[in-house]
């Protein structure tokens, strides 16, 4: 398989600085030669150019939208690097940088497959807009906007309209859920899966659920969208909004081990890693490990 490593160097969604510096730390630790162990050729397209903006013109686009316009032109453009990537029959492997860049990831895939499924492992449902988030950081809603629920400059990034029918949104995880992110799943009867639940019931019963569904509704491809902070904040120091109750380790591994082993993941994002609040590179070869053994098995 030929894997693009695409880095996108962007902090301005969790508007918290270090995550940009995620792309950057796991070029050091060797990523594109530890997958390439994996019979895959690994070609690093190099980061997507994200603009600087000052502190203090944060809010110059939308009062509730944090760096709104850089945010949209930065997904904008990451968008059509993974749509290309796909076209070429690459697998396009989005390192970040902070959770806001799944707009742009999935909006490219979208415009390539029409029955496809995001596997959105987090704690947090990334389902707020800016009527509901109390913070305005944009990481905490891509996946509302993907759905084509809130701002229309976020929800027409790429193309206008939806780009996932939520009823092929699977989250897993999720354990830091706002009040405004509760209706929503209500209201959307969305497929979400607590850590608490992945935990009591068994993450092989929960994944094979997930993966029995996907087989039933014929999807074509799976776009998995992973971050840091799906797995227990005392495993992962260096990641912006770590919560404890999560998954562990070994968990973690056996769900991305059984979607990786069904074939269907055609593009993926690997994000959240804060390489100024890891603790002596912890998360950092922990995020190498994750990614070393889900390709592993694709």
Request: glycine content about 8%; cysteine-free.
């Amino acid at each position: 398989m030929d894997i693009n490593v695409i880095g996108v160097p962007l902090y301005y969604g969790a508007d918290r600085k270090g995550v940009e510096y995620g792309p950057e730390k796991l070029r050091e630790k060797k990523l594109s030669s530890i997958l390439g162990k994996h019979n895959h050729q690994v070609y690093d397209l190099g980061n997507i150019y994200v603009p600087e903006v000052k502190d203090y013109n944060k809010f110059y686009s939308h009062a509730n939208l944090k760096y709104l316009e850089t945010i949209v032109e930065v997904n904008r453009n990451l968008a059509h690097a993974v749509y290309s990537s796909i076209k070429a029959e690459n697998f396009p492997l989005t390192i970040g940088g902070d959770h806001s860049l799944a707009l742009g990831s999935i909006s490219g895939v979208s415009r390539v497959y029409k029955n496809f499924a995001v596997i959105w492992m987090d704690a947090h449902g990334d389902i707020n807009t800016h009527d509901t988030s109390g913070s305005g950081n944009i990481h905490g809603m891509p996946l509302a906007k993907l759905m084509n629920v809130g701002h229309k400059d976020l929800t027409n990034v790429y193309f206008e309209g939806q780009k996932v029918n939520p009823e092929n949104v699977f989250i897993l995880g999720a354990r830091d859920l706002d009040p405004g992110e509760i209706e929503l799943i209500k209201e959307m009867k969305l497929n979400v899966y607590s850590a608490e639940e992945l935990n009591e019931k068994g993450i092989e019963v929960i994944v094979q659920n997930v993966l029995d569904t996907l087989k039933a509704k014929n999807i074509e491809a799976v776009h998995l969208s992973f971050d840091l902070d799906f797995i227990d904040s005392k495993y992962v120091p260096g990641t912006g909004t770590p919560v404890a109750g999560g998954v562990n380790i070994e968990d973690t591994k056996q769900a991305l081990k059984m979607i990786a082993e069904t074939k269907l993941i055609k593009s993926m994002d690997f994000v959240e890693l804060n390489a100024l609040l890891d603790k002596n590179d912890v998360t950092a070869d922990l995020a190498i490990d994750l990614l070393d053994w889900t390709f592993k098995h694709i």
